[in-house]
């Protein structure tokens, strides 16, 4: 068993910052991608951002250069800094990690962003 668990979402105004962190538990061996995506109301969830065990990265074009995606390997962590908030940013923002082969996802944080 694997268990995500994220923190770090909540209310921001337009313009500020927050910081999403996802640490995995369980049966865990060789992460290989971690993830993040988010779904606003009425749309489809989408990736937001990824990064592999390399330290390759990617982003959606909707935020690149405002969020940085970093993983910290030794504690199963994947943090998601999102600086320049918009409105539009708004959503339940979802890890996601490839384990063996084996998607797993965390159960959703709300992070909401007011003008």
């Known amino acids: 068993q694997v268990q995500l668990v994220e923190s770090g979402g909540g209310l921001v105004q337009a313009g500020g910052s927050l910081r999403l962190s996802c640490a995995a538990s369980?049966?865990?061996?060789?992460?290989?991608?971690m993830g993040w995506y988010r779904q606003a109301p009425g749309k489809q969830r989408e990736l937001v951002a990824a990064?592999?065990?390399?330290?390759?990265?990617n982003y959606a074009d909707s935020v690149k250069g405002r969020f940085t995606i970093s993983r910290d390997d030794a504690k199963n962590t994947v943090y998601l800094q999102m600086n320049s908030l918009k409105p539009e940013d708004t959503g339940v923002y979802f890890c996601?990690?490839?384990?063996?082969?084996?998607?797993?996802w965390g159960q959703g944080i709300q992070v909401t962003v007011s003008s």
């Open positions: 990064i592999i065990r390399d330290g390759s990265t």
């Open positions: 996601a990690i490839n384990n063996l082969g084996m998607i797993y």
């Open positions: 369980g049966s865990i061996s060789n992460i290989n991608t």
